[in-house]
């Protein structure tokens, strides 16, 4: 069965959950605060998912304004799915939806940068943040 990557604005908590638990990410996303990962998902645009039979096996949540600037908060394929070129699907279909005029930003986990790198994204030694202090 083939691997359908689509845009899913409505993408629910327990979706959102099943990824995410099944990466080295389930320990820095507030996974058992459901009403925190309810507005983290209303608050993006795009989310883009890949499923196959129906199951959720990876999704990139993201914020963008729609015309410059695309942050990607999540790049997250379920360990059982990875290898499969799920992560690239992803990433294609990250670039098809915001086009040629916006940046995709993100801030790679230590060690996926060699999967951006191999991607192709420029590494910039220049950026900043400020770190949240409530993580609950
Ligand atoms: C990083 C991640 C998204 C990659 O997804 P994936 O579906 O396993 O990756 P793909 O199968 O599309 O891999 C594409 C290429 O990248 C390579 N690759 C995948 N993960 C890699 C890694 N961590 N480091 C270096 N290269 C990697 C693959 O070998 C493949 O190379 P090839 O084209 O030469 O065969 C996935 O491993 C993941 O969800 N990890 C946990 C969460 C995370 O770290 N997310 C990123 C931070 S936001």
């Not at 989310?47 to 990876?58: C, F």
């Not at 220049?126 to 993580?135: L, N, P, T, V």
Request: proline share 4%; net charge negative.
């Amino acid at each position: 069965m083939a691997v359908v990557y689509a845009l899913e604005p409505d993408l629910g908590v327990d979706d959102y959950v099943a990824v995410l638990a099944e990466t080295i990410m389930r320990n820095k996303r507030p996974l058992a605060n459901r009403q925190r990962i309810a507005r983290m998902l209303a608050g993006a645009e795009p989310i883009v998912t890949a499923r196959e039979n129906g199951e959720i096996l990876g999704l990139a949540r993201c914020i963008s304004d729609g015309a410059w600037v695309c942050y990607c908060a999540e790049l997250a394929v379920k360990e059982s799915a990875q290898g499969r070129g799920i992560g690239r699907g992803l990433l294609a279909k990250c670039y098809e939806i915001i086009g040629p005029g916006q940046s995709l930003i993100l801030m790679s986990e230590p060690s996926a940068t060699g999967f951006y790198e191999g991607a192709g994204m420029e590494r910039h030694p220049d950026a900043f943040f400020h770190m949240r202090s409530d993580r609950s």
